[in-house]
């Protein structure tokens, strides 16, 4: 898709956003605000030089009603890894692929969206998930209408969308107690819905919602 009328709330959203992601970013920082207590560490660099697998995901934002939303996916049951989790459309990076190309790839096959419909605004920061050895890049990006979202049933058990004003809000952000690694853990979590929102997914959001919470904070206000 090429450029976005600079015409509404969420075009705008869209234009500091592109902008934003080519400046440094929040990184550590803003991960370990939704990390589960004691998390395991490692840098994204050491991780990949000890031969972490490498994969995609895709942060895709969508106006409803002008505002912008973020779509979800629950993890179907039968998966082998990560089954019944809620995650970000996304996997391992095929030979020959980058991570954007593997991202858009996966939320291709995960629900049916359209690769051509959609502007890529940038990458968040890297991500080291001990549990499955991943090296994990997000990649940001927009479309101007929903997608018509066609959710692959033996992939995906259901979707969220989820409004960003929604994950920004502080009190959306909770925390409970949770086995990890056999050891009990304080574990936050987003909760969307009746959806609860945490690990790794928690982290990638956060540090957009850092980044969205700036641009709000930046923008001026004007009267009705």
């Not at 994204?44 to 995609?56: D, T």
């Not at 106006?63 to 979800?72: C, D, K, R, S």
């Not at 001990?130 to 927009?142: D, E, G, R, W």
């Not at 990890?180 to 959001?205: C, D, N, Q, S």
Request: hydrophobic residues 40%; aromatic residues 6%; charged residues 25%.
């Amino acid at each position: 898709m090429v450029g976005l009328k600079m015409n509404s709330d969420f075009e705008q959203s869209v234009a500091y956003l592109r902008q934003r992601l080519g400046q440094p970013l929040p990184g550590r920082d803003a991960y370990m605000l939704m990390a589960p207590q004691n998390p395991g560490h490692r840098v994204v660099a050491v991780a990949r030089a000890e031969g972490c697998r490498e994969g995609g995901v895709l942060a895709l934002l969508y106006p409803v009603e002008g505002q912008a939303h973020l779509v979800l996916t629950v993890r179907s049951e039968s998966l082998r890894t990560h089954a019944g989790q809620i995650s970000l459309p996304g996997g391992r990076i095929d030979p020959g692929e980058d991570a954007m190309q593997a991202a858009l790839r996966e939320a291709w096959e995960e629900l049916g969206i359209v690769r051509e419909e959609l502007d890529i605004l940038g990458t968040l920061s890297e991500l080291y998930i001990p549990p499955s050895n991943f090296c994990l890049t997000p990649v940001v990006a927009a479309t101007h209408r929903r997608p018509d979202f066609k959710p692959h049933d033996a992939e995906v058990a259901a979707l969220i969308e989820a409004p960003m004003d929604l994950l920004a809000d502080p009190t959306t952000i909770h925390e409970e107690m949770r086995f990890i690694g056999g050891e009990e853990r304080r574990v936050p979590y987003f909760l969307v819905g009746t959806h609860k929102v945490w690990g790794a997914t928690a982290m990638i959001l956060a540090e957009l919602v850092v980044l969205w919470r700036e641009m709000r904070e930046r923008r001026p206000t004007t009267d009705d």
